[in-house]
């Protein structure tokens, strides 16, 4: 590996794992978009009403704020994944001891303080928010006598509670949940739920041999395909009875890839239904706010640079792997 110290300080940037930021600020923006009545985009347009968000300081902040806690969580989360990551081949900054366990913790704790400070800028709305999604997502999930992510329904609700709180975060930047909230969200917590279940087929293998009990390990490839994508379905059909043009138009791209992985199942299939689910989200979510897509070229690239000269490895990518 290249000893050039410059890249090894991006050490303590990648391992908050950047790449995973997009499904979260995708869905704090959806959240955003949804409270303030703009996910009718093509009717928008022919009405000649669409809203392009060229800056908004407290998007931003909240994009921040969501930046850190996720962050934070991610590191807890390799630190106690240490010997699952190492049969997967992935996640190696601490397993392979490039940074201490120690340095790790503190840093983590650094980001987690910081986001909730910053939350206060905001709202309380948002503290509470980011408190309870620091909880879930750092405590519950990872550390005894819980360790949801060891357990199958168990992490399925969580991660289900983490995609409704992104969205919520993006909701409360303007007013507090309401029950119109609840509704909206439905489509998007589902599709992030369909996702969720497919990240765990790829990583089967290793997590049984580490005695990670995930849902796809508990039930099988077969019963966790299913399942998937019943909610993709569901997801699909929710935001065409919500009107909801903006998760539609993203769900109908989808929809290729979904009977590719549906009459050929497998991994490399999954991968890519989850690779181009946050790509067209992503996409979409530009078309609102087109100061998004310099942030996502920017991090996409850096992270080529970075695992390439870092370790010659090749990530991110399209491919099914």
């Excluded at 699952?84 to 397993?95: A, E, H, I, Q, Y």
């Excluded at 650094?110 to 980011?130: D, E, K």
């Excluded at 549906?262 to 490399?268: D, F, G, H, K």
Aim: with cysteine; aromatic share 18%; hydrophobic share 55%.
């Amino acid at each position: 590996m290249p000893n050039n110290p410059r890249i090894h300080k991006l050490d303590y940037l990648f391992i908050t794992r950047p790449m995973l930021f997009f499904p979260g600020w995708n869905t704090l923006l959806a959240g955003y978009l949804a409270e303030t009545h703009q996910l009718q985009l093509v009717s928008d347009v022919l009405e000649k009403t669409y809203i392009i968000e060229f800056w908004n300081g407290k998007i931003v902040l909240a994009m921040l704020i969501f930046m850190l806690a996720m962050g934070g969580s991610f590191i807890l989360n390799q630190m106690e994944d240490v010997e699952s990551d190492r049969r997967n081949r992935k996640l190696f900054l601490v397993g392979e001891g490039f940074i201490s366990k120690r340095k790790a913790g503190r840093e983590s704790i650094i980001l987690l303080v910081l986001a909730i400070l910053a939350g206060f800028f905001i709202n309380i709305s948002t503290v509470v928010l980011v408190v309870i999604f620091i909880f879930i997502t750092g405590y519950l999930y990872n550390f005894q006598p819980f360790q949801y992510k060891n357990r199958p329904l168990g992490g399925l609700i969580l991660n289900m509670l983490m995609g409704w709180i992104a969205f919520g975060l993006g909701w409360v930047i303007n007013q507090p949940l309401n029950d119109t909230f609840f509704l909206h969200s439905l489509p998007y917590l589902f599709l992030n739920t369909s996702l969720y279940l497919l990240t765990t087929l790829p990583d089967m293998k290793g997590d049984n041999a580490a005695s990670k009990k995930t849902f796809a390990v508990a039930y099988g490839f077969s019963i966790t395909l299913i399942a998937a994508s019943v909610l993709y379905v569901l997801s699909l059909v929710v935001s065409f009875w919500l009107s909801d043009q903006f998760l539609l138009i993203i769900n109908l791209f989808l929809i290729v890839n979904f009977i590719d992985l549906v009459y050929r199942p497998s991994v490399a299939g999954a991968v890519r239904f989850i690779k181009m689910a946050i790509f067209f989200f992503s996409m979409m979510v530009c078309l609102k706010f087109p100061l998004y897509f310099l942030t996502m070229v920017t991090v996409f690239f850096l992270s080529r640079y970075y695992y390439r000269f870092r370790f010659q490895f090749d990530y991110p990518n399209f491919r099914g792997e």
